[in-house]
């Protein structure tokens, strides 16, 4: 079985006369591995996570609960005036400044975005 210089000091290394490499079964066909791990005391980090949460910076975080079902996501498309540039009370229209504006408040008629 090929095996090289480096798959001593691998990760993935078996110890094993028959196996070279856990990952590469048959050994590896170039001079170098693309799943080398050099730490061979390293932690191997548990991508597992609980339905609702993911991990940031290696930080399980829980995501928040939402309130609203995925067909009223999808109306909510249709009228609100982040997609629309329209407000949904009398139609006045919205400055381009989306990056900037955090609540969708109408100064026309008082129309009020309580979705936030």
């Known amino acids: 079985m090929p095996k090289i210089p480096d798959c001593d000091n691998c990760l ?5 006369p028959y196996l070279v490499c ?46 609203w079902t995925q ?10 005036p982040m997609f629309t540039g329209f407000c949904p009370g009398c139609g006045a229209k919205f400055e381009h400044d989306y990056t900037t504006r955090v609540h969708w408040d109408c100064a026309d008629c008082g129309w009020m975005d309580d979705t936030v």
């Open 71 to 80: 067909e009223q996501q999808l109306e909510l498309l249709d009228w609100h």
């Open 22 to 67: 856990a990952v590469h079964l048959d050994g590896v066909d170039a001079n170098n591995c693309i799943d080398f791990r050099s730490k061979p005391n390293a932690q191997i980090e548990e991508l597992w996570h609980p339905v609702g949460a993911t991990y940031y910076n290696g930080e399980l975080i829980l995501q928040p609960r939402q309130r």
């Open 12 to 16: 993935f290394y078996a110890h094993n």
